[in-house]
């Protein structure tokens, strides 16, 4: 590549021009969108009962520095890779790839991430129909009186029912592919613009609410007290491969993204304050939740059911429990819904891009696809409970072949891609950045931490020591 055509993409920060693409309106609104890709079910649902399992705050301490020393470097190389190409992950791939010289074959590490956000979406929606189910259960007083026993039962008759599940999640599925259906500006920044604050403000209330318990002191010792005794390899690797999965890396979600960025963005402060707002909202839904378990007498470590069977049982006693506790799913299902959004968009700009497809008829296209591969999330809590892939339940596996497969082998190509592939030079320009002080920190992280800390995890994963 020319001096002047470096030069050129320098005023850009990219190397093709966004015509005909949509953009985001401002850098405030990207951060917005990026921020609610990250924000999810990962947050409030599974940080906190992640966090419960593996003892708490020496977990909360080695999952904040995977997000430093692995997840931002990450987040910025996508959102870098994103608007250089300015098209869908393969797409962008490709064309950094040919503007480094190099084999057009590395776009199959975006192929790979448009595949992993579209097999995430189907269950991640299916989990999601679980927020609507409990929104109107919760606002009508039905938690009221509930024991540990009758709140187990509860929620599992909702998994046992797949006409139920599959309702709540097709609806989940329409909602979001009916916003994206109307672009980057009509459909996801418009209802991005009321649904983030709408999130932020519950949870701020939730909190408020939480200090009111007495016990709000003892949740801020259990989150940040570290005990390495309670540490374990494995709670290392689960912090690590949450790392990923909340800051919605590897799935395509924010390399798309990243390719409706205008120019002259800052990559690097966007992306900061994308990882430092994800990890507040983590760290806030865990203030929210655990004085609700301790005022309640309950196990800060159950589970997967710690906000669908524990969190339901402490509303049901509280004051004005059904208020709160409306409000706490009416949030959960915005951050859901922010993220599915997210899920949905590699696949969509893909089909588009690559075979010529209308919006529409991509968002038909795959959401069609993505429906028929949900029923089998839907059909493994109940009529298919003993049917297994990787040794699993469906959803579990798929679960496992894309949190613990896909995303950190997907991960692992994209910084190899970065670090070792793209030039230096081009990769200072396309962040905005000299090739000194933040740029060199980067860079070392790119080229020898992420992918040495990611090839151990996925070894791990694997079983393989
Ligand atoms: N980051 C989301 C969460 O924490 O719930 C999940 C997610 C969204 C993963 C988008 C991957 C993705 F592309």
């Known amino acids: 590549m020319s001096q002047e055509s470096i030069a050129a993409g320098a005023i850009a920060g990219s190397i093709r021009s966004e015509a005909g693409r949509g953009q985001w309106s401002s850098r405030w609104v990207f951060f917005l969108a990026a921020t609610g890709s990250a924000v999810g079910l990962g947050n409030i649902w599974k940080f906190p009962y992640i966090t419960g399992q593996n003892g708490g705050g020496a977990f909360v301490l080695v999952y904040l520095a995977c997000i430093l020393a692995i997840g931002i470097p990450l987040l910025m190389a996508e959102v870098m890779i994103g608007r250089r190409g300015r098209a869908n992950p393969e797409g962008a791939i490709a064309a950094v790839a040919r503007e480094a010289g190099a084999s057009r074959h590395w776009r199959r590490i975006g192929s790979l991430a448009v595949l992993t956000g579209f097999l995430v979406l189907s269950y991640y929606a299916v989990i999601a129909g679980w927020t609507v189910a ?12 509930l024991n540990a026993e009758s709140s187990g039962a509860l929620f599992n008759t909702l998994l046992a029912d797949p ?14 592919l009916g916003i994206v259906a109307f672009g980057v500006r009509d459909g996801l920044e418009r209802s991005l613009r009321f649904m983030m604050p709408g999130l932020f403000l519950i949870l701020l209330v939730l909190v408020g609410y939480a200090a009111t318990t007495g016990h709000f002191m003892q949740a801020v010792e259990f989150l940040f007290a570290p005990d390495f005794s309670k540490l374990t390899g494995k709670g290392v690797l689960i912090a690590l491969g949450h790392a990923f999965f909340t800051l919605s890396l590897a799935s395509g979600a924010m390399m798309a993204y990243g390719s409706y960025l205008p120019a002259g963005t800052s990559i690097v402060r966007t992306s900061l304050m994308v990882a430092a707002t994800d990890t507040t909202v983590a760290l806030l839904a865990g203030l929210a939740i655990f ?12 589970g997967p059911g710690l906000v669908f069977v524990t969190l339901p049982i402490a509303f049901g006693q509280m004051p004005l429990g059904a208020l709160f ?30 075979f010529g497809m209308g919006r529409v008829k991509a968002v038909l296209l795959s959401g069609a696809a993505v429906w028929l591969l949900s029923l089998g999330s839907v059909l493994s809590f109940n009529h298919w409970s003993e049917v297994t892939l990787f040794g699993k339940t469906f959803f579990d596996g798929l679960d496992f072949l894309t949190s613990n497969l896909m995303m ?20 200072a320009q396309a962040l905005g950045l000299d090739q000194s002080g933040a740029f060199g920190l980067w860079w070392l992280a790119i080229r020898w ?17």
Request: proline share 6%; net charge neutral.
């Open 134 to 145: 409990y929104t109107p259960a919760a606002l009508s007083g039905s938690f009221v009186g």
């Open 163 to 176: 006409w139920r599940l599959t309702a709540y999640g097709s609806f989940v599925l329409l909602l979001t």
């Open 291 to 302: 004085p609700l378990v301790f005022a309640n007498g309950m196990e800060p470590g159950s």
């Open 325 to 354: 506790g409306g409000l706490f799913f009416v949030m959960l299902a915005l951050a859901a819904l922010t993220s599915t959004i997210s899920l949905s968009e590699p696949t969509i700009a893909w089909l588009g891009e690559r």
């Open 408 to 427: 950190p082998l997907g991960g692992l190509f994209t910084v190899l891609f970065t670090g070792w592939v793209m030039k230096r030079a081009i990769a």
């Open 449 to 465: 931490i992420t992918p040495l800390a990611i090839a151990l995890m996925f070894l791990h994963s694997l079983g393989l020591f």
